[in-house]
């Protein structure tokens, strides 16, 4: 019995559970405590949210097409804090950072134990702090929620520090320290220390460089390279010099360490000011503009020039764009900030009188209906529209005249006779689809002072208007920062277009660029003078006044506005456009009897190799023209085909003219040969 009630025993404690091995529980224990700790790290964050406040509040910097710096602009309170990533500095830069402040910053959670026990065991042995043991993420915590260097703030850096990894990864906290690492002064974050210390973008930072920018922040204020030079060339190279930058090749290192390290701040880049605040509202940190930063620096500087001559208060505004694609390459709104000239206000954006300058829209559209053409003679003489007389600016006249003298000669009575005839409505209502909306005094419709400037209009859109003359007719309004155009029809048509470009095209009065189209203006009293202006490549305008809108006395488009057009296509690269005196006459018998003017080969949008291309076309009536981008090619006067060899692989336009004005034109790609 006693067996067997031992046996039963035994069996009845076989079959209950067997209790688990001594490591699971272990296991069991600790997944119980990681899961506890993580849902109480959880509730944390949840609870006590990052402050990126300062990350957020960022300065703006405005490039130019290619991406170099025109302007930066500072966050709020004037401090230059501007955005930047790991990816947008050179690799040198994270890794000497890596190397002297976190070499293990890849691997930890945002703290780093061996750091932390290295910084307790030193502490305890010296009663002191000797390392801090503070990762690159406790930094990054430091900046976002600056602390008095207490043991609690320590504690609270180290939770910061976690959450910071686990909201915004690694590349984030990089981010957040590269943005906000002091840099001396009101100086924060790498981007705006390379121009401060270095005046170049902090993607083109060198070796010696980056260890700089690695170097001040440990002491910004003593370590500041243009009040303690010494002290900031010795942290620099110690940064070069550590253990962990043993990844540099020696030769670098060397190089950088005989470099001599910057002794003064630099100002910050503000090229094209009035821009770069319109584009920067609401924008992205970085905006991309459509300016070139050479071709802008290069319009300003003759601004100072021009401004320098100009009577008290006088000031002039600047626009240069690309005929084709009509974006913006240089933009000079006025005197930047200057007393007595409105300064901040964007002249390029003031609405204004024309004057004169309207003209040549007002004769193509009356080419293409019919209503003149080039030889056409006109009467300059002495002539009422209904209660009006208007009369020229010199209150003299010239008589019988040919409409291209008149256009030239920028006649009063000719243009006035041509609108009524055209018709104020149909003329505003192409202004407006050229992206010039009329503005017309209070309660007054479009009438007859349309053709002598009765109207406001800004430089920009009278820059876009003469481009429409320049470039076949075709509407596009400016555009100042990237993108697609968007497709539209001809204002007028191509052919009319091109006569009126002819007959703009005239060298300049006092000397210039040959093989532009120009035409002034000036508004009533000498209030504002303009001047525009295009060649095979560019559209340009001028203005100068005062902006208060009182007039400067004697002042004329052709006087004032007209030399600085001179200058500033001196400046740009030399395209001469197509159209000299010659060549009106063969275009002024209008649009007569056309037997479809054809052009054969190249087809629009066709893509051909570098070498001898032959143009071919068929119909028209000749003698005709062939030209590449606005300029001719030699070609016999009955001849249909011409032999073009492009200058290089690029887009292309090829025009040709036939001898009543009518055009047929089509792009082309060149492509490298083989």
């Avoid at 703006?60 to 170099?68: A, H, K, P, T």
């Avoid at 230059?80 to 910053?105: I, T």
């Avoid at 910084?119 to 976002?144: D, E, I, K, P, Y």
């Avoid at 004697?554 to 001469?576: D, I, K, M």
Wanted: charge should be positive.
């Amino acid at each position: 019995m006693e067996g067997a009630a031992a046996e039963g025993g035994q069996a009845g404690r076989g079959g209950g559970a067997r209790p688990l091995p001594r490591a699971a529980r272990i296991g069991l224990a600790l997944g119980g405590a990681v899961a506890l700790l993580l849902g109480v790290l959880l509730v944390l964050d949840r609870v006590f949210p990052p402050d990126l406040s300062r990350l957020e509040a960022v300065g703006r910097v405005v490039v130019d097409r290619e991406g170099r710096v025109l302007s930066a602009l500072p966050a709020p309170g004037g401090v230059w804090r501007l955005p930047v990533s790991a990816e947008e500095v050179p690799r040198v830069l994270v890794d000497l950072l890596m190397a002297a402040e976190d070499r293990r910053f890849r691997w930890h959670f945002g703290v780093d134990p061996i750091a932390v026990a290295r910084a307790a065991v030193g502490w305890a042995r010296a009663g002191r702090v000797v390392s801090g043991g503070s990762t690159l993420s406790m930094q990054a915590a430091r900046l976002l929620e600056p602390r008095p260097r207490t043991l609690r703030s320590k504690v609270i850096e180290a939770f910061r520090a976690v959450q910071l990894e686990w909201r915004l990864g690694k590349s984030g906290v990089l981010r957040a320290w590269l943005t906000l690492a002091p840099m001396g002064g009101n100086l924060e974050g790498v981007r705006a220390g390379a121009l401060a210390w270095f005046r170049r973008p902090v993607e083109r930072v060198g070796v010696a460089e980056a260890a700089l920018l690695v170097a001040v922040p440990r002491r910004p204020e003593a370590l500041r390279p243009d009040r303690h030079p010494s002290a900031a060339l010795a942290a620099r190279d110690a940064v070069l010099r550590r253990r962990g930058a043993a990844a540099l090749p020696e030769v670098e290192r060397v190089a950088a360490l005989a470099e001599a390290a910057p002794s003064a701040r630099r100002a910050m880049p503000g090229l094209a000011p009035h821009l770069s605040r319109e584009v920067a509202r609401g924008a992205a940190d970085v905006v991309r503009t459509t300016l070139d930063a050479g071709l802008q620096r290069g319009m300003e500087g003759l601004a100072a020039e021009v401004l320098a001559a100009l009577p008290a208060r006088g000031s002039v505004a600047i626009v240069v764009a690309d005929l084709r694609t009509r974006e913006v390459r240089a933009l000079v709104g006025g005197d930047w900030l200057a007393e007595g000239r409105a300064g901040a206000m964007d002249l390029t954006r003031a609405v204004r009188s024309p004057g004169s300058s309207l003209k040549p829209l007002l004769y193509a559209m009356a080419f293409e209906r019919g209503l003149a053409r080039p030889s056409s003679v006109m009467e300059d003489l002495p002539r009422r529209f209904g209660d009006w007389a208007p009369e020229n600016y010199a209150r003299g006249f010239s008589g019988r005249v040919t409409a291209a003298e008149a256009l030239r000669q920028s006649l009063n009575l000719p243009a006035v006779a041509l609108m009524e005839a055209l018709g104020p409505i149909r003329f505003a209502s192409s202004l407006k689809a050229l992206g010039a909306v009329p503005r017309l005094p209070a309660g007054a419709g479009a009438a007859l002072p349309l053709a002598l400037g009765g109207v406001g209009i800004t430089l920009r859109e009278l820059v876009g208007v003469t481009a429409a003359i320049g470039d076949g007719g075709r509407a596009g309004a400016l555009r100042v920062v990237p993108g697609v155009a968007t497709a539209a029809e001809p204002v007028v048509r191509p052919w009319a277009a091109e006569m009126v470009a002819g007959i703009l095209v005239q060298g300049f009065p006092g000397g210039g660029p040959a093989g532009v189209g120009w035409k002034t203006g000036t508004s009533w009293g000498g209030r504002d003078a303009w001047a525009v202006g295009f060649d095979a490549r560019h559209v340009a305008g001028v203005w100068v006044g005062r902006p208060d809108g009182t007039a400067i006395p004697g002042a004329t488009g052709r006087s004032l506005a007209l030399p600085v057009l001179a200058r500033v296509f001196g400046v740009l690269p030399s395209v001469p456009r197509a159209g000299a005196e010659e060549r009106v006459a063969a275009l002024g018998g209008g649009p007569r009897a056309v037997d479809g003017l054809r052009l054969l080969f190249p087809p629009a949008g066709a893509v051909v190799e570098e070498g001898a291309v032959t143009i071919r076309a068929a119909g028209g009536q000749r003698p005709l023209v062939f030209l590449v981008d606005g300029v001719p090619l030699a070609s016999g006067a009955a001849r249909r085909e011409v032999g073009w060899v492009p200058p290089g692989p690029g887009f292309y336009r090829v025009t040709v003219l036939d001898a009543t004005g009518a055009a047929v034109s089509a792009p082309v790609r060149v492509r490298a040969g083989e």
